[in-house]
């Protein structure tokens, strides 16, 4: 299935999760050396999340691997759980697991947001400044993304998962997260879905990267897919306010497509 509900919308669908993931990860190492023959270097902004973290792991053991020049890659999250650093939970914890202890990233440009046991002590409004300003600086070193409402990166590839009460990011529905307009970055308490504090780009910000990429299987989150790709309010169910400037990719198992309307 192909459907456009956008302007630069895609839909792609897997038979299952493991497909779905080795297929991401050679289109991620491709895009990626592409984007780094065209401008020096890319920018990666990377979710949580089952098959967010499956990606990594293909990445990982793709014999493309070294197509991606590691050092001259910068990384950001789009989401973390604020919990200390040593936490399963942790989205970076997970990442670095997965693939980024593995390749020859340049520390100096992998971006985690903070613990809770970090520079911010526990202080998820203090991080989300924090991560705020780290986009910031990045953004005056690289260039701002035109038009964009925050001052933040112009990204090149985001990815984001999804929940099935229709999260994205760190995002949940009718949250002030959902209607943030101004800030790049921000806390978020009482989370349904644990950990119950959080820390997460909002959508401007989100709406700065060239691709965005949302990566999910599952029959649990064929609703909130088929709601997004009609069109619902992002507020009350936020995967469907992510988009990004240049296209917007769903890469998808059947199962998760599942109870989407495709247009041809
Ligand atoms: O908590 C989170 O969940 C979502 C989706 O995760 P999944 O395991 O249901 O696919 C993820 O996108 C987000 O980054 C993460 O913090």
Redesign the pocket.
Known sequence: MNTTPGTDSTVVVHPDQDVLAAATAARLLATLSEVQARKGSASLVL??????IAVLEQVRSSPARDAVDWSRLDVYW????FVPADDDER?EKQARAALLDHVPVDESRVHPMAASDGAFGDDPDAAAAAYAEVLAASARSTGTASGSAVEVPSFDVLL?????EG????IFPDTPAAREGRASVVAVRDCP?PPPT?LSLTFPAIRAAQEVWL???GEA?ADAVALALAGADPVSLPVAGARGKQRTVWLLDKAAAAKAQPTH
């Open positions: 979710t949580g999340g089952g098959t967010g789009g989401d973390e759980r989205n984001l998962g999804l929940g099935g999260h994205t990011a760190s879905k959080r990566l999910t299987a989150k």
